[in-house]
């Protein structure tokens, strides 16, 4: 048996017995708990934070040994989230869902200023531009770091961005106090969510870290791609059954102009068409004496148009169809995905 084994066996005692069932409580008073990194967050700004989740969730700290015990005590599949509860840690829960939180915490972050020997966490760049400070031996201290800095028109100036310390690499005490001078702050601080339990599935950072925006555009698609999918397999549903019948309705009608039905709904066009063949005929008799007097002199050219109405009736009729099915795929139904996707953050 192992050294932490033996130590969950003893018995420990009461005060830490005590905690251990308030940790328990709490794991099982919220529906998503996860795990948070506090570590070179200052007193003062953690409470502020705690403060602002309040209503939303809440942040218990206890020391590690304790929330591990009482992680498995609840079981359940919580205690999976033993292998995050290492360093400075605290646990969190919440009623809102994983995404949600982890929006919430990212958003919270502030800016900080990174102090010397600790990991830049993304690459640190000097700005171009005038420093605001009086000449002086602060040019050297620029220069020492890497950044491209001269005195220029009584002030000091970075005259062009600056790269001066790659991400992952370690701050120097040099570097830390000219970002200060500089009031470069380029470290976030806030609880870092390290993983949430959730409905029984286990979250890390990178499987909650989704553009909304995207994720709401590649929803919209599915749902206009599987509504064309719907229409042209002639398929209804209840999203799907206004453009269904929109689209008979176009196709009947183009049917029934070709076969010249006559029925009420298709008279105008019917008379229409009539017109037109009537007065093409009329442009091609040499002998106006034989034609009603409305139609003397009408001319191939005159009648041209009317001609082309004749050819494409048909042809319009299945256009309304088309420009009804594409509407309503395009618009309605992807709109609506997004409606319902926004409901989710």
Do not use: C
Not at 139 to 156: P, W
Not at 161 to 174: K, R
Request: aromatic share 4%; no cysteine.
């Amino acid at each position: 048996m192992s050294e932490s084994e033996t130590r969950q066996t003893e018995v420990i005692p009461q005060w830490k017995q005590d905690e251990v069932d308030e940790l328990v409580e709490f794991v099982e008073s919220y529906e998503s708990v996860g795990v948070v990194g506090v570590a070179g967050i200052p007193s003062r700004q953690l409470q502020a934070m705690r403060r602002e989740l309040y209503g939303s969730a809440q942040v218990r700290m206890s020391r590690n040994t304790l929330v591990n015990r009482a992680l498995d005590e609840v079981d359940d599949g919580v205690e999976t989230l033993k292998e995050y509860v290492a360093g400075q840690v605290a646990l969190i829960g919440t009623d809102d869902n994983p995404f949600a939180l982890f929006k919430e915490l990212e958003a919270s972050k502030t800016p900080a200023p990174i102090n010397a020997g600790e990991v830049a966490p993304n690459d640190i760049v000097i700005p171009e531009g005038d420093t605001g400070v009086d000449p002086g031996p602060f040019v050297g201290e620029l220069q020492q770091v890497g950044a491209s800095a001269r005195i220029m028109d009584g002030s000091i100036k970075v005259t062009e961005d600056s790269h001066v310390l790659s991400a992952g690499e370690e701050v120097s005490e040099e570097l830390s106090n000219v970002l200060a001078e500089l009031g470069i702050e380029p470290k976030e601080v806030g609880l870092d969510l390290r993983g949430v339990f959730s409905e029984g599935v286990l979250f890390e950072p990178d499987e909650l870290a989704i553009d909304v925006d995207e994720y709401r555009a590649d929803i919209q698609s599915a749902v206009a791609a599987a509504t064309n999918l719907s229409v042209n397999a002639v398929y209804p549903t209840a999203q799907t059954a206004p453009t269904l019948i929109a689209k008979a309705t176009g196709e009947a009608k183009a049917v029934g102009l070709f076969a010249n039905i006559e029925s009420p709904d298709f008279m105008p066009e019917l008379i229409t068409k009539a017109d037109a063949q009537l007065r093409a005929l009329a442009a091609n008799i040499d002998d106006e004496e034989a034609l009603p007097e409305e139609l003397r002199g009408v001319s191939a050219q005159s009648a041209e148009p009317a001609e082309e109405d004749d050819s494409t009736d048909e042809e319009e009729a299945e256009a309304e169809a088309e420009e009804a099915d594409a509407d309503d795929t395009d618009d309605d139904e992807g709109d609506e995905a997004g409606d319902a996707l926004g409901s989710l953050f």
